[in-house]
């Protein structure tokens, strides 16, 4: 973060611009593991009506059963649950970086940026008559605003394009997800208005992303892929990995336990 920040500080002296065009870099690099992760996500969507089919012939009761089968389902087409998350899990250190960068770089003292004077400490548009405790302060932040707003819309858009909320857990998990950005809201209403800045112009930009790759992703396209694949595996039957066969076994024990207990 820090030697892209000082090159395009070599041409640039607005630093809210600075941002901006470290933000596109930022964005444009992690678009590889974005798209990944959407497609697997609609690899999921798509496994829906199947999944679905499950469920209406195991009962509920039978949760290590209905695991086993649904597990199978992806083994058979070649999907991971897990595979949404691995880009997720690596952009993290980038997060990790801004979040230090911002209110540490001396540079952004005292720089200001549209409305906000000093982008290494908060942008107040208010002062209120009392604290508002959990870290929110007696001030108002617009930029914390506006990526607590933009923070909500993409959520919405997500969830639409997940299927956790017919999963067990799944509204809390949903509740939990919208939640997120209000506590973001309370923790950077104090913090740097650099990397609330920041953040809105990230988030915003992955809206936009979204929409692009949900426009080129072709589902129908996705789910032949998917049923050419587990043909495959059918007529040339893949060997287990060893954490499903893991997997597996642990579920026939816990079958078994439930089973010896009644």
């Known amino acids: 973060i820090i030697p892209m920040f000082n090159f395009f500080s070599q041409y640039i002296s607005n630093f809210g611009i600075i941002i901006l065009l470290l933000t596109l870099v930022i ?16 690899k999921m969507r798509v496994l829906k009506p199947e999944i679905d089919e499950i469920h209406s012939k195991i009962p509920a009761d039978k949760a290590a059963e209905r695991q086993k ?3 199978d389902l992806y083994g058979k087409v070649g999907v991971s649950p897990l595979s949404g998350c691995v880009p997720s899990l690596l952009q993290m250190p980038l997060l990790f970086a801004m979040f230090s960068f911002f209110p540490a770089a001396i540079e952004l003292r005292h720089q200001s940026f549209l409305w906000a004077t000093d982008l290494s400490t908060y942008d107040s548009i208010m002062t209120l008559p009392f604290t508002i405790p959990f870290g929110f302060g007696n001030h108002v932040s617009l930029f914390c605003l506006l990526m607590t ?23 809390m998990m949903k509740w939990m997800m919208y939640l997120m950005p209000l506590m973001f809201l309370f923790m950077f209403n104090s913090y740097a208005s650099g990397l609330s800045y920041y953040y809105f112009i990230a988030t915003l930009i992955s809206i936009l992303q979204t929409y692009i790759i949900r426009a080129t992703v072709d589902e129908k396209k996705i789910l032949a892929e998917l049923h050419a694949k587990r043909n495959s595996k059918a007529k040339n039957p893949v060997k287990k990995s060893g954490f499903m066969d893991r997997l597996e076994k642990m579920q026939h024990e816990q079958q078994k336990a439930i089973k010896n207990r009644k």
């Open 69 to 71: 089968a649904t597990m």
């Open 27 to 42: 964005k444009i690099v992690l678009f590889p593991l974005t798209y990944k992760s959407y497609v697997s996500s609609a």
């Open 149 to 171: 707003a933009t923070n909500i819309v993409y959520t919405k858009l997500n969830m639409a394009n997940t299927t956790t909320a017919d999963q067990p857990g799944g509204e």
